[in-house]
T-cell receptor, first 110, second 117 residues
Framework: AQRVTQPEKLLSVFKGAPVELKCNYS??????LFWYVQYSRQRLQLLLR??SRESIKGFTADLNKGETSFHLKKPFAQEEDSAMYYC????????????FGKGTLLTVNP | KAGVTQTPRYLIKTRGQQVTLSCSPI?????VSWYQQTPGQGLQFLFE???????NKGNFPGRFSGRQFSNSRSEMNVSTLELGDSALYLC????????????????FGAGSRLTVL
């Protein structure tokens, strides 16, 4: 069974501070990991995926297979980063579904 | 280009009724997935369709069903509604080619918010 755990429901930081949103997963195989974000009154949208190894809006995430983690990081948080963040996993092969974590609500205070 | 369109956006039903939700994917996207979002359970996978075939189904009772048409538009149906079916139902489409067994990059619609009284 595949499972995604985001241990923090809420995370509050000040503008300019580093931020790390934690994500741990359970999957017997090689997963593909994603971060999705939902800004206030907007649709859920893809932020980044591990296979792209890219930085989006200053965010990066590294897949650590040993620790089964895919934490999302940004060195200097901005107020516009305030949103709900979801970590998601898809299994390789004929799976065709995403398993989402319950989400972390990030608030960046001025 | 137009995004994923879901209709209706809001609806209220009573217990025992049935409901049909519609989803029009992004033009050219052939994979359509449905998710249920609730405050308690978060986002839960319902099912995924590709070329009118259901390829995967989540752990929901048989009251939840769906289908996909030849133009990739999809509908989901919930029969004999229960109070616990109140949720935001999200549709997502993906440009997934036939035979590609990789992960989906999903584009989500705004959702249909169902309230069951």
């Amino acid at each position: 069974a595949q499972r995604v755990t985001q241990p923090e429901k809420l995370l509050s930081v000040f503008k300019g501070a580093p931020v790390e949103l934690k994500c741990n997963y359970s999957y017997s195989g090689s997963p593909e990991l994603f971060w999705y974000v939902q800004y206030s009154r907007q649709r859920l949208q893809l932020l980044l995926r591990h296979i792209s190894r890219e930085s989006i809006k200053g965010f990066t995430a590294d897949l650590n297979k040993g620790e089964t983690s895919f934490h999302l990081k940004k060195p200097f948080a901005q107020e516009e980063d305030s949103a709900m963040y979801y970590c998601a996993l898809s299994g390789r092969g004929s799976n065709y579904k995403l398993t989402f974590g319950k989400g972390t609500l990030l608030t960046v205070n001025p | 280009k137009a995004g994923v369109t879901q209709t209706p956006r809001y609806l209220i039903k009573t217990r025992g009724q049935q409901v049909t939700l519609s989803c029009s994917p992004i033009s050219g996207h052939r994979s359509v997935s449905w998710y249920q979002q609730t405050p308690g359970q978060g986002l839960q996978f319902l099912f995924e369709y590709f070329s009118e075939t259901q390829r995967n189904k989540g752990n929901f009772p048989g009251r939840f069903s769906g289908r996909q048409f030849s133009n990739s538009r999809s509908e989901m149906n919930v029969s004999t509604l229960e109070l616990g079916d109140s949720a935001l139902y999200l549709c997502a489409s993906s440009l997934l080619l036939a035979g590609n067994s990789g992960a989906n990059v999903l584009t989500f619609g705004a959702g249909s918010r169902l309230t069951v009284l």
